[in-house]
Each structure stands twice: as C-alpha cells, then as structure tokens.
C-alpha cells in the first residue's frame, strides 16, 4: 500500500492520542504528585495505593508523575544539543569547496562513530559520574556523527545547484545560503531525520538510567523504576508496566507523528498538482481521441494541406484543373 494513500488527519489523530498520555504525565504530572505519604510494605496491593508499592514501600503511582520529566527533558535537551553542533558542521562539509576543511569536518566524527552509544556512555560512567545535564551532553555526543552524516547528505545535492553559485555571486551571507536555501531544500528530509533520532535518543537516556548511568539507584524515573522494581515483577507487575508502558507510548507515539506530519496525501490521485492527467493516462489513449477537435475551437491546418478553399466548391468546379 502506498503511504501517501493513508489518510493523514487519521494517523495524526492516532498519533497524538498515544503521544499525550505519556506526555501529559512528565510535564504535568509533578504538579499533582502531592507530598510522599507513609510507605508501606514492598510489592503490595491497596492501602491507598491503587498501582502498588515500589521495591522500598513507596506509591508507585506517585513515582509515575514524578519519573516522567527527567526522561523528557535529558531527551528533548540531547537532541536540541546535537543539532545546534551537528547543523552547521553538515552545511559546512556540505557547502565547501576546501577538500581538505571536509576531511577535517568528517574524520574525527568517523573515529567517533566507530565507538557504540552504550559502551561510549559506561566507559565515561566508569571514570565520572554523571547527572541528568551531564547524560544529556554525552547522549549529544554520540548523536553528533550520525547528525553530521545525515546533515551532509541530505544538502549536498542542493549545495551543488548553480543556484547556490549565484547567490555566491551575488555576495549573499554564508549563513543565509546555507539556511535560507540550502537547509529549506532538505527540510522534510532533516525533519524526519529528526523524528528518527528523537526516538533513538529517548530509548538511549533510558537505557542509560535503567543501568544507572545519569540517575540516582532510588530516583523517581520511568527507566529506575523498570531496573529496580523488576524483582517482584510477578508480586507486583503495575510497579514495571507502568513506566514501561509509558516509555513504548512515548517513543512510538513519537515517531508516528513526526510521519504523520511530512506525509502529504494527495488531494485527486487521478490527477498531478495542475488537475492535468498523469502522463501514462494521456499515452494510453487511442490516436483518434488525441485528434478530437474540442468544442468552440477550429484545429489548425496541417503543414502538408493547401491555403483554405472556398465553402461549397470541389476540384471538378474549378475550370484550371
């Protein structure tokens, strides 16, 4: 099935709908937490705790509208960072005509690459000890070369239009051909990219808190939660479902409205932007059709015919023949 056939309004809808639970709880959900109450006994049902208890006595609920926010903001904050480095660098490898400034935009970041996320963050983990702002840049870090690549590859056509060499010409800003021209001819591609990348760094800044890297052992995270409470998984699940739950819906509800919105479906799929038919409709009908003369319009005389002749008179009228 063609994705561009899909009805978007619909996806969009189904998007946001798994996407503003999940939400909803990190960024509001701190505001109605209300103040921690007495604990209680570990991996238990009831006593004022409709989800349970944690692996300590404490509510599991009220961890739930605590534990969001960490995960959101380190994600959002990671991403925003390695665009805000990884922008300019893929313009520039992009744009340049200095063999020698690409190859010293791109080698580090291949040396950098050749690293895995994870091992990269518990290697760091092993000789420092990170909180949530530094687990923010190290997760940038990471994303930093796979955003350059990305970057560089998706402006390189576009860089080598003879429109960027007149705008050169013209004494335009680098800044100016580079975003103005450069960045908007990439913009669905950079965006989706985006929406990808997202996605891979909330699943990084969980994995990252579930091992313990940028979070206290007892924090209120969705990913702590899952780590810790994974011992009276089959006591008490809602102490695991819960965040973990809330971690897919985020990240999948993610992705899918980032591709709900650079979908464009086509408004007449019968017909191109102009309400013309598509080339193959107009080849597969027959010759004759093709010579039709519309209506309220004479056909031009074909190059091979002779000046027009009078109405009613034939060759045998004519006395010269």
């Known amino acids: 099935m063609n994705p561009r056939t899909v009805p978007g309004p619909r996806r969009f809808t189904l998007s946001l709908l798994i996407l503003t639970v999940p939400l909803l709880l990190a960024l509001l959900g701190p505001l ?131 429109a960027v060499e007149a705008l050169r010409m013209q004494g335009e800003t680098w800044w100016r051909t580079a975003i103005g021209y450069v960045g908007r001819s990439a913009l669905r591609t950079l965006a989706a990219d985006a929406g990808v990348r997202l996605t891979g760094v909330l699943y990084l800044v969980a994995t990252a808190a579930f091992l313990g890297v940028g979070a206290e052992p007892d924090a209120a995270d969705w990913a702590v939660m899952v780590d810790r409470n994974r011992t009276g998984m089959f006591l008490q699940p809602w102490a695991v479902v819960l965040p973990a739950v809330l971690i897919m819906a985020l990240t999948m509800g993610t992705n899918l409205l980032f591709d709900a919105a650079l979908t464009r479906p086509d408004r007449n799929p019968g017909r191109d932007r102009r309400g013309r038919q598509p080339a193959q409709g107009r080849r597969d009908r027959g010759p004759a059709q093709d010579r039709v003369p519309q209506p309220g319009r004479t056909p031009a005389p074909s190059p091979t015919d002779g000046p027009p002749r009078a109405p009613g008179r034939d060759e045998k009228s004519n006395p010269c023949i």
């Not at 209300?34 to 961890?63: I, K």
């Not at 969001?68 to 994600?75: D, E, F, K, N, S």
Request: hydrophobic share 60%; glycine share 10%; proline share 7%.
């Open 32 to 162: 109605f937490a209300g103040d921690p109450g007495p604990r209680a006994a570990s991996f238990t049902l009831g006593g004022g705790h409709w989800a349970g208890t944690d692996f300590v006595g404490r509510d599991v609920w009220r961890q739930v509208l605590l534990g969001g926010r960490p995960v959101v903001l380190t994600a959002l904050a990671a991403t925003a960072l390695a665009y805000a480095v990884a922008l300019p660098l893929g313009l520039i490898a992009a744009l340049t005509h200095r063999r020698w400034l690409e190859e010293l935009v791109m080698r580090p970041l291949d040396v950098l690459l050749a690293v895995p996320s994870l091992l990269f963050l518990l290697l760091v983990a092993a000789v420092l000890t990170p909180d949530a702002g530094g687990l923010a840049l190290l997760v940038a870090l990471v994303n930093i070369p796979d955003a350059v690549r990305a970057i560089r590859a998706a402006t390189a056509e576009a860089a080598a239009r003879p």
